[in-house]
């Protein structure tokens, strides 16, 4: 049985103008009630015997997609993904996003990738070739559409992609549990292509109006190509901006959307540190708050669940009476 350590949702603090997350699954991690010297001090973690049940169909077929670029999809990609291979599932990752291919980079294996799909396609090699096994995880692999800074190739659609989500499921090594597709951000051919062969979608969505707006209408596209099976991922969330009223809270972006909640990532500098080393951020010991959050996700991913942001009101703050002298 694999044991395995999943943290405590750890909860911002509550406001009158925020909302906070709540989990929905009674087996999953309670909320604690934050510290209130730091809001985002972990303060325990607790051990789960168990691995999460994989609900659906393998492989599951899940496209990263946002819409708006620079919103979080490939960190969102290499987090879920590397925490999903550490929980026992093989897990394939397809960068589709072809002219500005970077996954490779947040997880440290640039220099591995040898070939793409485009060889493959073009008969130069074996798809076992263009998939690169991870440095950490051997049930994690990734395999990139074509070279950086290429164009998409000419005839490379959505066929395309869905001969290649065949050739996967069809290896001698057997069919991976999960297959994520980090989808380029827009809505143009890059975009068709890379929902083509899938049969689900992870939104991810930063608060602000512009995220939203194109999050919309993708969910729309989405829906047209029969994906009904949308979940949401809301990334860059800031506590104090929401309490400040300065950014839309998880609850507005919930009810704007109307989609299932699968997390909600807070801002953290550490995503960037990790970023530039090539070291995904799930896998940093001790867990930083925003690698929590990436690995519950990928819980709530295997088991189809889903998160609910509620509103909480302040508490009202006591009044100094006069037996408060008394203690
Ligand atoms: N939760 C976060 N906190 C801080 N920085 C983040 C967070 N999520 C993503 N970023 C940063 O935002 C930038 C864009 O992220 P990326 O995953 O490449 O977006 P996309 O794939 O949607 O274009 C990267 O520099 C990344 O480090
Ligand atoms: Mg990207």
Redesign the pocket.
Known sequence: MLSLQLPTVINPKPSSSSSFLTNTNPFKPKTLKPNPSSPFTVRSVLQYNRKPQLSGDTPRVVVIT?G?????????TANVGLSLARLGFSVVAIDA?VGLR?LDL?LGLENRVNYTVVEVLNGDCRLDQALVRDKRWSNFELLCISKPRSKLPMGFGGKALVWVVDALKARQEGCPDFILI?CP?GIDAGFITAITPANEAVL?TTPDITSLRDADRVIGLLECDGIRDIKMMV??VRTDMIKGEDMMSVLDVQEMLGLALLGM?????E??RS?NRGYPLVLNRPPTL?GLAFEQAAWRLVEQDSMKAVMVEEEPKKKRGFFSFFG
């Open positions: 946002s708006k670029g620079g919103v979080g999809k490939t960190t969102t996003d970077n947040l980090d951000a991810v990334n860059r990532i807070p801002e953290d500098t995503v960037i970023t925003a």
